[in-house]
């Protein structure tokens, strides 16, 4: 799949900025509706944001290292890894969200959380939109990042780029998916 | 009846508003690394424009009531840039796209002499602007901005007026009082 390095991109920080405008909103709310649960074995919305932030914790500084580290030249076009393309849109929701199975170490479940949660997923999109930024000088095709998941496998950075992106924007469903059980929408949330 | 809300009146009745949002406290309508190439007109609240590096922000310019805003070098050069653009509190505004705005504007001579005014005004505050940041006395600065616009000063919470103004809140604070 061939994509415009520009239109990626332009994809790509725009769905962060959404994610950061949802961020904000449960932010707002009281502790106690970020701390409910479903169920005892199903994560809470602030547990939905701390597993992205582990995520973030192993991406960010990995996508960072690489490109500082690249002296390659940007390319007009990227074309997506058939192993990139295949795990990023498996992150991307589906209509009906799909459960996926969690790694171990990426599990939050029943950790102590609070509203700290939110500002360390708010601060790690601002460097991801400083990242998407800066990735405008470089080949995303060239560069190759580790994934967590496994160490045999390196994916191109645009790939990455997207992995990142498009698993912040399913737990954010899924975050929205516990608030609207636990609030049977009495008003449209945004 | 001023310029502005004459132009804003037209838009209104030629229906050329793309939509309206609100943006609540802190969301932002723009971030680092995008194109935005719309012009909002803010119906209540109040926004930042502002510019954020590894170490600081720097505010550029705020919006109320009543104000257009854009990310003014997208909307120019139709090219990504740095701005960002977030509600200080829950914020109503009208969008309108360049494309529409544009053939607005060049749709009668009328339109074109107002959307002038507002570019000569606009570049008259952007020279003010500077010499703000180019007066190197906090105090001074504080002066010039507040003899040119006080309204800044009722709307706008002193964390963000003392980073508009570079300085620290504590300097804004010891200023004001004294």
Known sequence: ?190 | MNPITNFIAKIDQQNLWEKQLVVNRKEFLKVKGSVDTNLYFVVSGSLRIYALDDYEESIIRFGYKNNFIAALDSFISEKPSDLYIQAIKKTVVRVINKTTFIAFVESSPANTKIWNTLLENLIFQQMERERDILTSSPLERYKRVLARSPQLFQEIPNKYIASYLRMTPETLSRIKKS
């Open chain 1, 1 to 190: 799949m061939v994509l415009h390095a520009e239109t990626l991109l332009q994809d790509l920080i725009e769905r962060t900025r959404k994610h950061i405008n949802e961020a904000e909103k449960f932010k707002s709310l009281p502790t106690e509706t970020l701390n409910w649960r479903v169920a005892n074995d199903s994560w809470s919305i602030l547990e939905c944001f701390e597993h992205l932030n582990l995520y973030g914790d192993f991406y960010i500084p990995e996508l960072k290292k690489r490109m500082e580290s690249s002296k390659t030249q940007p390319k007009e076009n990227f074309k997506s890894g058939v192993l990139g393309n295949y795990f990023a849109k498996s992150m991307l929701p589906k209509e009906k969200l799909n459960k996926m199975k969690t790694f171990k170490d990426k599990n939050p479940i029943g950790s102590t959380l609070d509203k700290t949660t939110m500002n360390r997923f708010i601060a790690q999109q601002e460097k991801i939109l400083n990242l998407l930024d800066k990735s405008r000088a470089v080949d995303l095709n060239k560069i190759k990042t580790a994934i967590s998941i496994s160490k045999l496998i390196k994916l191109r950075i645009g790939d990455t780029f997207r992995v990142v992106v498009y698993h912040n924007e399913r737990h954010i469903l899924q975050a929205n998916n516990v608030l609207n059980s636990k609030m049977p929408a009495p008003k449209q949330l945004n």
